[in-house]
């Protein structure tokens, strides 16, 4: 019955490697969203995707690469992982601008 | 451009107590207004929106959120808070981005501690 859900909740890895992070969302929303949350809570948007379409693309290394499969996936790959990429990471779908939060990813570095 | 501040970065109450939560935004377009909620080690939950309409919203758990735009404010308001509103309260705007994409601008959060 979960929303959004994210996999997997924690990855520990080491600086270098590439890594992956899932979302799905049953909600049937048309636009799915990633942010990114720092050691200090604060949260900044990274994408968005409409409809498998990258709409909102912030200020992002090109280290980070979204993928949209379907309309229900938006996945996030991260090459290269430096130690500043430890975060939380958030997905999110909205439809008519209310967005609703996976429970997130716990990423660190080491 | 938008952007959202919260000016309390800590709030301890009394259990029992009410509380307010300050948030002014700023933005040249209009905007939607959220409050999300983060208990700790948890997603974001969404806790009101203000999209349209009556300027006073309200959550199922006794919160309430007034849009003033001549204030360009959205405090989020409790008569009397429990212990399990323990959390990080986080104030954001949307605008619309186009094809049916909204970002959201987040404030930096203000975490309410309730003392029992």
């Known amino acids: 019955d979960t929303a959004v859900s994210q996999t997997p909740k924690y990855l520990v890895t080491q600086m270098g490697n590439d890594k992956s992070i899932k979302c799905e969302q049953n909600?049937?929303?048309?636009?799915m969203y990633w942010y990114k949350q720092d050691s200090k809570k604060f949260l900044k948007i990274m994408f968005s995707?409409?409809?498998?379409?990258?709409?909102i693309n912030e200020t992002v290394p090109n280290r980070f690469s979204p993928k949209s499969p379907d309309k229900a996936h938006l996945n996030l790959h991260i090459n290269s992982l430096e130690l500043g990429d430890s975060a939380v990471y958030f997905c999110?779908?909205?439809?008519?601008?209310?967005?609703?939060f996976g429970p997130g990813t716990r990423l660190t570095v080491t | 451009a938008q952007s959202v501040t919260q000016l309390d970065s800590q709030v301890p109450v009394f259990e029992e107590a009410p509380v307010e939560l300050r948030c002014n935004y700023s933005?040249?377009?209009?905007?939607?207004l959220f409050w999300y909620v983060q208990y700790p080690n948890q997603g974001l939950q969404l806790l009101l929106k203000y999209l349209s309409g009556s300027t006073l919203v309200e959550s199922i758990n006794g919160f309430e959120a007034e849009f003033n735009k001549s204030q360009t404010s959205f405090h989020l308001r409790k008569p009397s808070v429990h212990i399990s509103d323990t959390a990080e309260y986080f104030c954001?705007?949307?605008?619309?981005?186009?094809?049916?994409?909204?970002?959201?601008?987040f404030g930096k959060g203000t975490k309410l501690s309730v003392i029992p």
């Open positions: 995707y409409n409809n498998k379409e990258l709409i």
């Open positions: 909600l049937g929303h048309d636009t």
């Open positions: 954001a705007v949307a605008r619309h981005s186009g094809a049916g994409s909204y970002q959201l601008t």
């Open positions: 933005s040249s377009v209009s905007v939607y």
């Open positions: 999110a779908s909205s439809q008519e601008g209310t967005q609703y």
